[in-house]
């Protein structure tokens, strides 16, 4: 549920040292509507709408050609901030692909405020 009437989705990714790709991220609200934009990161400016968005195109993506990809160990977040309606419904979706194991893979989302 919406607090505000701006809300950011943060994703905090470790992974090393292989590497943890990020796609198809979605968040509509009860009428359906997208409320990110670039969420696949197929935009040709590639981290459009992303802060911190490493883009990847290797052929690492669940969809399309282009995918945020992360291999640090320490970690590193990538978010993105939007417009909602306080109390609206928010549905939250995405695809990740781990590509190592160990003790420092791990991924966190938060949705806030």
Do not use: M
């Not at 905090?12 to 969420?39: A, K, M, R």
Request: glycine share 10%; hydrophobic share 30%.
């Amino acid at each position: 549920v919406a607090k505000a009437y701006q809300t950011t989705l943060s994703f905090f990714i470790q992974d090393g040292p292989s590497w943890t790709y990020l796609d198809d991220v979605s968040v509509t609200n009860s009428l359906g509507q997208e409320l990110l934009v670039n969420g696949n990161f197929e935009n040709s400016t590639y981290s459009y709408g992303w802060v911190g968005a490493n883009i990847d195109q290797n052929n690492n993506a669940h969809t399309g050609q282009r995918c945020h990809s992360e291999g640090t160990s320490t970690g590193h977040n990538v978010s993105q901030t939007f417009y909602t309606t306080p109390e609206a419904v928010l549905n939250i979706s995405f695809w990740i692909k781990w590509g190592g194991t160990g003790q420092t893979v791990s991924s966190k989302a938060t949705i806030y405020p």
